[in-house]
């Protein structure tokens, strides 16, 4: 089972915090994924991301996430997901997968990313160097 911990967090995630537990003995594949804020989106010049989220529904969600992934695959499985404003080059989302080999690890991380985007209540306000800005 995975550790307790939140799945949303105000401002940008700290990468290198999820690799702060040790992988267990036997997980010899570990993979981490992390989306940053890019400064270039639909060519269209970006400055900053404000994410927005339902947010015991989006908990409920990326929960169910890691537990449906760990199950799936095999896999130690841990995701979270920044709210608030973040600028460029500041991580959104990060998905840790460890397993014995490489591979479960790979597919559990790509699994858990698209599930992530396709189904969290999670929503992105882009803010554009010309001052617009763009809900999706």
Not at 34 to 45: I, S, Y
Not at 116 to 126: D, G, Q, S
Request: zero cysteines; proline letters at 2%.
């Amino acid at each position: 089972m995975n550790e307790v911990h939140s799945h949303l967090h105000d401002g940008p995630l700290d990468i290198a915090g999820f690799l702060v537990t040790p992988p267990a003995e036997h997980e010899g594949g570990e993979v981490l994924f992390a989306g940053t804020v890019r400064n270039l989106h639909n060519d269209r010049a970006v400055s900053a991301i404000r994410y927005h989220a339902h947010r015991s529904l989006a908990e409920k969600q990326l929960r169910d996430i890691e537990i449906m992934g760990s199950e799936k695959f095999g896999v130690y499985l841990r995701v979270a997901h920044a709210v608030g404003f973040l600028e460029i080059g500041e991580a959104s989302v990060v998905v840790l997968a460890r397993s014995a080999h490489r591979s479960e690890a790979f597919t559990a991380a790509r699994w858990a990313i698209d599930t992530i985007k396709t189904t969290v209540a999670i929503w992105k306000e882009e803010h554009y160097a010309d001052g617009s800005i763009a809900f999706q």
